[in-house]
């Protein structure tokens, strides 16, 4: 087997013999090469063509940015990985867009280190050969025969009313399956007018889906894979577009030739979706494997749920929805049971209120699951995404409790 060729770039010497320790039992994986700065590395990559670098951020000299930037530009097959003790957004932007495929935040542990060696270096091989396809001149010849491969799944999250947390819990939940078995996660915002997917993971720069719409006719899985943007914490990203007009460029056809490439590539496709039954949606739905319909014990939300589950019930779609229950802890007035028989429905999950720490992700542009990892609505995200994973469900919430909700709806 041929194994991955490493670069350890740190001014620090005992960081790199640390790395250089956590990686030893990984048999894929071997470290041909130190270097003490950026020059160094550029040197160093010259002579040993390394397939992935780790590159520290701050070191004498040139720092590990710009050698990052250079290195993407002399040498474009080599995958740099960018390592730091700064996990500030500011840090992770300029890594991103200086050309590095990933970000990781010191200490460093073996598992997610070689996890990520390894998912850079799968992307960068793919897209040398996409290049390298679209440079041949003569016929290819005849693909081989292609293995079985299991269709990932495709999980919609869905509220007729906004303000409910749909996007919170699809970031949060697309890089939890992310951080769980070394999956293939991507998430589509398909919240055209309004989609906040790029705003909650401080996104400014790159391309979006009605770039990817309007520049290519024929959307193939390796133009698509080109869109997409590689965030820090693994998963990759079709961001809604930047101006609500942009919307009318993107078609039901075009959203379900999207989601049949994205499911055919990854292990999970999580799709954030706008508040109502427009075209888009109801194609988006119909393609679902499972629908996470997102509740709060607000009645508004209550009376906007009931007349969505009865949408879905004409469409044939009731099967695959799951309901999750969001600010779960919060007093209305309305107890769980109450909306469970109004609703004439099985809560599936129940997500925490942590306002302060969802505020604090989202100013800082980096999912709470990171940001607050030991916080009750990050565990609570981890046990859903496990929940997902292993196709297990909890059990019905069993409470005592008045029949509010049967009342209201009898008025």
């Known amino acids: 087997m041929e194994k991955i060729k490493l670069l350890i770039v740190d001014d620090v010497p005992q960081t790199r013999k640390d790395i250089t320790r956590l990686l030893y039992f990984e048999d894929d994986l071997a470290v041909i090469g130190e270097a003490g700065d950026g020059a160094e590395a550029l040197q160093k990559i010259a002579e040993l063509g390394p397939d992935v670098v780790l590159m520290d951020v701050n070191m004498p000299g040139m720092d590990g940015i710009t050698a990052t930037e250079r290195a993407n530009q002399l040498f474009p097959a080599v995958a740099v990985v960018i390592i730091s003790i700064q996990g500030e957004a500011e840090y992770l932007k300029k890594a991103m867009v200086a050309g590095a495929r990933d970000y990781l935040i010191k200490p460093l542990g073996s598992e997610q280190m070689s996890a990520t060696i390894r998912s850079v270096f799968s992307q960068q091989q793919r897209r040398l050969e996409a290049k390298a396809a679209g440079e041949r001149t003569v016929s290819p010849p005849p693909p081989a025969p292609k293995e079985e491969k299991t269709s990932g799944v495709v999980s919609v999250i869905f509220c007729g009313k906004g303000g409910t947390g749909k996007t919170t819990l699809a970031v949060n939940l697309a890089v939890t399956l992310a951080q769980q078995g070394r999956k293939r996660v991507a998430l589509v915002d398909l919240d055209l007018q309004f989609g906040d997917v790029g705003v909650m993971l401080n996104l400014t720069e790159g391309k979006t889906v009605s ?104 469409l044939d779609l009731r099967e695959k929805v799951r309901f999750v229950l969001n600010r779960s802890d919060q007093n209305f007035g309305v107890e769980i049971p109450d909306l469970e028989k109004g609703l004439g429905i099985t809560v599936s999950h129940l997500l925490p209120c942590d306002e302060r720490a969802i ?26 995404g496990e929940r997902m994973a292993t196709g297990r469900r909890l059990p019905a919430v069993e409470k005592e409790g008045k029949n509010l909700l049967n009342r209201i709806f009898s008025l």
């Open 211 to 314: 770039d990817l719409v309007r520049e290519n006719s024929d959307i193939t899985a390796e133009i698509l894979e080109s869109y997409l943007l590689r965030h820090f914490s693994g998963i990759d990203i079709l961001p809604a577009p930047l101006f609500p007009q942009e919307a009318e460029y993107i078609s039901a056809e075009q959203t379900a030739r999207l989601l049949t490439l994205l499911r055919e590539r990854y292990d999970y496709v999580i799709v954030d979706t706008a508040a109502n039954f427009h075209e888009i949606n109801l194609q988006v739905l119909e393609l679902a494997d499972q629908i996470l319909l997102l509740l709060t014990k607000d009645l508004t939300t209550i009376k906007n749920a009931r007349t969505s589950l009865s949408i879905l019930d004409l």
């Open 359 to 384: 505020t604090a992700a989202i100013n800082k542009g980096v999912p709470v699951v990171i940001s607050s990892p030991a916080a009750e609505i990050s565990r609570s995200c981890r046990r859903l």
